[in-house]
């Protein structure tokens, strides 16, 4: 993606994440919001379906379990995220969101837009 183009940040998810910040996660904490898992649960779907048959694959290594795991972990967090009082859930999640997605040490990140 161009760095260059006419979208906005809100046709992003999290755009501020990709200026190195946390997002807010206020909507979690919004009781009209309405929290669901299927990305999550689709995501280890596929992790599983992968794992029938990428196995039998000459170049499949160890990062399937990773895969696996962290698909399965992703499963569980969403569940207690929907069991966590309202006013815990954006402060669970940006804890999440730093330990999934740490900060790349290698360059500095730029100024958000003034429109973000």
């Known amino acids: 993606m161009s760095l260059r183009t006419p979208a906005l940040p809100e046709d992003f998810a999290y755009f ?6 946390v997002p807010s996660f206020v909507e979690l904490a919004d009781s009209s919001h309405k929290l669901s898992c299927a ?12 794992s029938l048959y990428l196995t039998s694959i000459h170049h499949a290594d160890h990062q399937l379990a ?9 499963v569980m967090f969403c569940h207690a995220l929907k069991r966590m009082p309202l006013a815990e859930r954006p402060g669970s999640m940006q804890q999440r969101f ?12 730029r100024q958000l837009p003034p429109h973000a």
Request: aromatic share 24%; charged share 30%.
């Open 39 to 50: 990305e999550e649960w689709f995501s280890w779907r596929v992790a599983n379906l992968n």
């Open 16 to 21: 501020p994440a990709w200026y190195g910040r």
């Open 66 to 74: 990773r895969v696996w795991l962290e698909g399965l972990d992703d």
């Open 98 to 109: 730093r330990i999934k997605y740490p900060l790349n040490d290698v360059w500095t990140y």
